[in-house]
């Protein structure tokens, strides 16, 4: 199948029946996958949630956030690694940084892998700047911990147009 370009994408909130298509790209995408658990957990809590898919279905990604005071806290954003390179991940930044003005969140927050440079690369093109380190926050190879790297993005300063750039 050819990678569908994020354009054509369409939106809409998970639920728990996605969870077993959410953890075969969430298995695919990551050395340490979250949990069955941890989806049910976010749904239960009522964080933010939205699948991307393309126009016959197919899951492209989701992300998950939890809303705080005047803040957003991305928790999980995930692109299947079949369609990763397509712009998907900027145009879910993109619906996030939409869901925090409705939501008058000022700012949105997050921790990625110190090793993950592509990531890190996207996020600073999107506008998120790196401010502080968190040691040992994620599992890694080994019974090792991996720091990351805690980014952040003023809501206020993040343009329409950023929002729907995707590549």
Same mark, same amino acid.
């Given at each position: 199948?050819?990678?569908?370009?994020? *354009?054509?994408?369409?939106?809409?909130?998970?639920?728990?029946?996605?969870?077993?298509? %959410?953890?075969?790209? +969430? !298995?695919?995408?990551? +050395?340490?996958?979250? *949990?069955?658990?941890?989806?049910?957990?976010?749904?239960?809590?009522?964080?933010?949630?939205?699948? #991307? $898919?393309?126009? !016959?279905?197919?899951?492209?990604?989701?992300?998950?956030?939890?809303?705080?005071?005047?803040? #957003?806290?991305?928790?999980?954003?995930? =692109?299947?690694?079949? =369609?990763?390179?397509?712009?998907?991940?900027?145009?879910?930044?993109?619906?996030? %940084?939409?869901? $925090?003005?409705?939501?008058?969140?000022?700012?949105?927050?997050? &921790?990625?892998?110190?090793?993950? !440079?592509?990531?890190?690369?996207? /996020? &600073?093109?999107?506008?998120?700047?790196?401010?502080?380190?968190?040691?040992?926050? /994620?599992?890694?190879? !080994?019974?090792?911990?991996?720091?990351?790297? %805690?980014?952040?993005?003023?809501?206020?300063?993040?343009?329409?147009?950023? $929002?729907?750039? =995707?590549?």
């Amino acid at each position: 199948m050819t990678p569908q370009r994020a *354009s054509a994408a369409r939106f809409r909130a998970m639920t728990p029946q996605d969870i077993d298509a %959410v953890l075969r790209i +969430e !298995q695919a995408a990551y +050395e340490f996958p979250w *949990s069955r658990g941890n989806f049910i957990d976010s749904l239960s809590a009522g964080h933010a949630t939205q699948l #991307m $898919c393309h126009a !016959q279905g197919k899951l492209l990604g989701y992300f998950v956030a939890m809303s705080g005071v005047e803040e #957003m806290h991305l928790l999980n954003l995930t =692109v299947a690694p079949d =369609v990763q390179g397509c712009g998907h991940g900027r145009h879910l930044l993109g619906t996030l %940084v939409q869901r $925090c003005r409705s939501e008058a969140a000022h700012s949105l927050w997050l &921790e990625v892998r110190r090793s993950n !440079q592509r990531a890190q690369s996207i /996020y &600073e093109q999107f506008g998120f700047r790196a401010s502080g380190l968190r040691k040992g926050y /994620y599992p890694a190879a !080994q019974g090792r911990r991996e720091d990351a790297v %805690v980014m952040s993005l003023q809501i206020a300063s993040t343009s329409l147009r950023a $929002c729907n750039e =995707v590549e």
